[in-house]
């Protein structure tokens, strides 16, 4: 047996159950958690490339990553070994040289707008999951 609501109790409810409305300036705000985040990437990008001898010389992990993302822009695939994570950003990584050529510092400013994108889609399901102010708070932190 289901309960049937009356007709403003079922419109309230749907109300609720909506992402909120979001204005001009929620909207300018939650464009300046990404450049935000990119600014501080960028910054950080910045003073690598200029103060990190090894900066275009990527060791440990950022070696075997290097190495596989150019086995698979040279259409070698995945190569004798099995991957050892994920293989999506092996091929993301691929891809990218294949576009640009086996660029360190290509990969790493990719890395930095990955990452100010994360910010912003985080401040975005916050502010759909529980409100303007605790997704950009979520975005900020992030």
């Known amino acids: 047996m289901s309960v049937r609501r009356s007709g403003a ?16 300036r929620n909207h300018l705000v939650l464009a300046l958690v990404f450049l935000g985040a990119l600014g501080i990437r960028g910054v950080y990008l910045y003073g690598q490339a200029h103060n990190n001898p090894l900066f275009e010389h990527p060791v440990l992990d950022g070696l075997i990553h290097h190495q596989w993302a150019q086995q698979v822009a040279a259409g070698e695939g995945w190569g004798e070994r099995p991957f050892f994570r994920a293989p999506l950003y092996y091929h993301l990584l691929g891809l990218l040289y294949k576009l640009v050529g086996p660029s360190v510092l290509a990969a790493r400013v ?9 910010c912003y889609l985080i401040a975005r399901l916050g502010v759909v ?13 992030d």
């Open 9 to 24: 109790a079922h419109c309230e409810a749907e109300a609720r159950a909506l992402p909120p409305k979001l204005t001009l």
């Open 110 to 118: 990719a890395g930095c707008l990955l990452g100010a994108a994360t």
């Open 129 to 141: 999951l529980a409100g303007y102010r605790v997704g950009v708070t979520a975005g900020v932190i």
